[in-house]
Every structure is written in structure tokens, then in C-alpha cells.
């Protein structure tokens, strides 16, 4: 915790009285919440960033893709565009979010669309024809105007909500008695090798309402890293330069320590905007291994794409089938 978030402690009560408030006006129906009489999944969390939710919208695009004509509707945190914005073919990070186009070039029969007002968005992508039928909602749990059908909230590992306060000095968004809007509750970045009595440990500390079930995942990394030319073995790889603007690079770098990689890291911060210098440094590198959310920003620039791979990742969820049963049930 940095100097400045110990000394502004005293904003804290007044953050958390503010966020109580809001919430329990729209709990008793003062601030009205919109339910549709289809299919709405919400994966957020209660933290800032950092919990996983790219991989888990994706890890519910390929369960019910074959089901549900699915679209994806994100608010697009740092793009250049304004209102409502649906992803083409001249689409890319800028217009919509680094995030939503990972969506985009990744699944080619999904539909994605980018808003800060949830209730527009998904006003806007049931008037299209042939219009979806299932809306996945991405990072939208404080986003009350809309609610959900069905609420999967993440929290990490290294950082689980139970143990946190609000902002500024803490990261949660809102009191932890949000997670009480959860339907299911999912620990992501765990170890694949988290024991059994580590899980019994924060299931109690969690402490489930009876409409809640907990799952616990980890991430799962590909065995190669990938370009727009071609593939290259992991453990093959010579000396790199490791480039990541995510919220937290600490399990990715400790992965590839793991693996023996030999490497240095530019670090950058989540989402950031890569400068024309910026373009400069990496050009001059031999060989950059990023993220696939990285990737997308940067893949653009001819004098990286010989030298640019990003290392593929998806979520593996312990008990996945009773937690693919869950969200089938509400689906159907």
C-alpha cells in the first residue's frame, strides 16, 4: 500500500457511506434496476481490475456458443469513441477497447458492442437482425441500472475481497456485502495445486448465502506463443523481452521464471495507450512475448510484427461440470 492511499485512510468512511447509500437505493427501489425477460450473465467483481474477467467471458462464449447466439457488451475503458459502438470490420482497440476487440478477432460468430450505458447497449443489440439472445455483460456488477439474470463475481486469490476495504485505500469498488448479489462466486488465479483445506478456509470466510455456489479456477498456458506468422515452442524460446500493460503481471512472470525462460520485463500499466517512443524501444528488441489483450494493441504496427507473440491462456475451473450445469440451467 503507497504513502498516499495510507494518508487518504480518512476518505474511506466517506467512500463507503456513498457506495452503501447508492446501493441500498436501488435495493429498495428508490433508483430503478432494468430485468429483461431474456438471458443477461454479468461477470464483474468487486475490486479494481485484475480478477480475471477477459478469460472467464471467454471460457462462457465457448460453453454456450453452440446453444445461444451470444453477444458481448463492455463498456470499452479507454477508447477514443463515445455512445453506443458495434464491432466491424474496421474495428480495433481504439474504437471499442482493447478487451472487447480481443472478443472480436477471437470469435467470428459473436457479436460485440461497447457502452457505459449498460441499458442502452442492450437496448440497441436487440434491435438488430438477426438480434442475440443471450447478452454476456463484461465487468458490469456496480452497473445497477441494468440487473442481471445471473451474476458471476471474481475475486483473486492474491487479493480476495473479504480481506480488503473500499477505495482509496483499499481497491474494492463497494462493501464487501455486495457479493451478496453473486450467484455464483468464482476464486480465480489460484494454484492448480490449491489444497483442500485452502479452499474449506476461504468457503468460510466467504461465507455463502444459501442462493451461492463457489468455484475456484486457475489459469492454464499454452505450451506455445503465437504471431500473425506463425507459432513458436515456449520452452524453446531464446532470450525475450516480456511487454505487459495488464493490472497484474506478478502469476505471468512467475509462470515463465518457473519455465526457465530467460527474459527481461517492460512492465506498463493496465490498458496503457503505447506511445510512438514506446513503439521505438520495442522495435529495437529481437523478440517480444506479450498478452494477448497487449497484443491487440500492438500488433498493428508493421515494425513489431516480426518480433511480436503473445502467450494464449484460458481459465480451468475446478468441479467446471457442476459450474457449466449452473449457468446452463439459468441460460435455458
Keep these: 500500500m503507497n504513502f498516499i492511499r495510507i494518508i487518504l485512510f480518512p476518505v474511506v468512511p466517506i467512500y463507503y457511506l456513498i457506495t452503501w447509500l447508492r446501493n441500498w437505493l436501488y435495493n429498495v427501489g428508490i433508483k430503478s434496476s432494468k430485468s429483461y425477460d431474456f438471458p443477461v450473465i454479468c461477470v464483474g467483481n468487486l475490486s479494481t481490475g485484475g480478477t480475471g474477467k477477459t478469460p472467464m467471458i ?25 455512445g453506443f459502438v458495434l464491432a466491424d470490420e474496421n ?53 445497477r441500472k441494468v440487473k442481471a ?26 462493501p464487501r456485502f455486495g457479493a451478496k448479489r453473486a450467484d455464483l462466486i468464482v476464486v480465480t488465479k489460484c494454484s492448480k495445486t490449491i489444497s483442500e483445506a ?11 448465502k444459501r442462493h451461492q455456489q463457489l468455484f475456484f479456477s486457475y489459469v492454464d498456458y499454452a505450451s506455445h506463443v503465437i504471431s500473425v506468422f506463425d507459432e513458436l515452442e515456449l520452452s524453446k524460446l531464446p532470450k525475450f523481452t516480456l511487454v505487459t ?15 526457465g525462460l530467460e527474459f527481461d520485463h517492460l512492465e506498463y500499466s493496465d490498458h496503457y495507450s503505447f506511445r510512438i517512443s514506446d513503439i521505438e524501444t520495442l522495435a529495437s528488441k ?13 500488433s498493428d504496427h508493421e515494425e513489431l510484427k516480426d518480433k511480436l507473440y503473445y502467450l494464449p491462456i484460458q481459465i480451468k475451473i475446478d468441479k467446471s461440470a457442476q ?6 440451467a439459468f441460460v435455458s
Design 149 to 174: 439474470g445471473f451474476n458471476i463475481l471474481l475475486t483473486a486469490y492474491n487479493n480476495l475481497y473479504y480481506k480488503d476495504i473500499v477505495l482509496p485505500t483499499g481497491n474494492l469498488r463497494e
Design 245 to 259: 500493460g495488464i493490472a497484474n503481471a506478478k502469476p505471468l512472470v512467475d509462470f515463465l521464471m518457473q519455465k
Design 58 to 82: 471467454e471460457y462462457l462464449v465457448r460453453l454456450l456458443k453452440d446453444e445461444k447466439d451470444i453477444a458481448t457488451l463492455s463498456r470499452g475503458y479507454k477508447r477514443v469513441t463515445k
Design 286 to 298: 529481437s523478440l517480444i512475448i506479450t498478452t494477448e489483450k497487449d497484443y491487440v494493441r500492438l
Design 198 to 208: 485452502e479452499k474449506q478456509k476461504i468457503t468460510s470466510k466467504i461465507n455463502l
Design 323 to 328: 459450474f457449466n450445469a449452473a449457468v446452463k
Design 91 to 143: 474495428a480495433n482497440a481504439d474504437t471499442i477497447g482493447d478487451e472487447p476487440f480481443q472478443f472480436y478477432r477471437k470469435f467470428k460468430a459473436l457479436t460485440v458492442a461497447v457502452d457505459g450505458d449498460r441499458q442502452i447497449g442492450i437496448e440497441k443489440l436487440r434491435s438488430l437482425k438477426p438480434q442475440p439472445d443471450l447478452i454476456l455483460l463484461d465487468d458490469a456488477f456496480q452497473h
